[in-house]
């Protein structure tokens, strides 16, 4: 069996008068009850939480539902099913159900069961997904760690070096200082010779 197991209920039951006021747990309560009902070989489920109520036309609204270990009988009454007489199964991880109905009180009540076997399986899977994808970043970020200390050790040496570059530069200046001085030496001289010969 999949780890998803969905089953529809289509009934057509007598359901209570639907007012503004009217606790949409309590509702949920009601419905789920009379669906178990109609399903004599089965147990008995509780509504945890309700969620997403809309009754702008008719009745929707989500559920959150437990499986029991009691069997289903007219016999026990809904206010039992909710006591510690009936306590929760370990059957289902949980069950997700939805309920629909039209103004007639006509409608759809569709669950999601989810299996705690083989839940438990896809925790384990999407928990291995997650480690292997932490032990991939961590070695993309200790690649990251290697390039960075490589490009230090680079820039490290080019900053040693640089006594040597101030040496040169220096040098250079003191050559283009001493040409400089000697051209205009130069030039003096012969102006001078010029000037001896008029």
Same mark, same amino acid.
């Given at each position: ?111 999601? $069961? ?23 970043? $961590? ?60």
């Amino acid at each position: 069996m999949s780890v998803l197991a969905a089953l529809v209920f289509f009934f057509m039951a007598v359901i209570p008068e639907i007012s503004a006021d009217s606790d949409p747990l309590k509702e949920a309560k009601s419905y789920i009850y009379s669906s178990d009902l109609q399903k004599p070989d089965g147990n008995f489920r509780k509504v945890t939480k309700v969620s997403k109520v809309d009754q702008s036309d008719g009745l929707s609204m989500a559920m959150d539902v437990l499986p029991t270990s009691c069997p289903v009988s007219s016999k026990l009454s809904q206010e039992q099913v909710y006591t510690d007489a009936c306590p929760v199964s370990n059957e289902y991880e949980k069950i997700e159900c939805h309920l629909k109905l039209d103004e007639n009180k006509n409608g759809q009540l569709k669950c999601v $069961y989810v299996e705690a076997a083989e839940y438990d399986l896809a925790l384990e899977k999407l928990k291995a997904a997650s480690e292997k994808n932490l032990d991939q970043l $961590y070695n993309k970020m200790e690649e990251k760690k290697k390039a960075f200390e490589t490009q230090a050790h680079i820039v490290a040496q080019w900053m040693d070096s640089m006594p040597d570059v101030e040496q040169m530069i220096t040098k250079s200046v003191q050559q283009l200082c001493t040409s400089n001085y000697q051209y205009h030496k130069s030039i003096i001289q012969i102006l001078n010779v010029l000037l001896k010969e008029h």
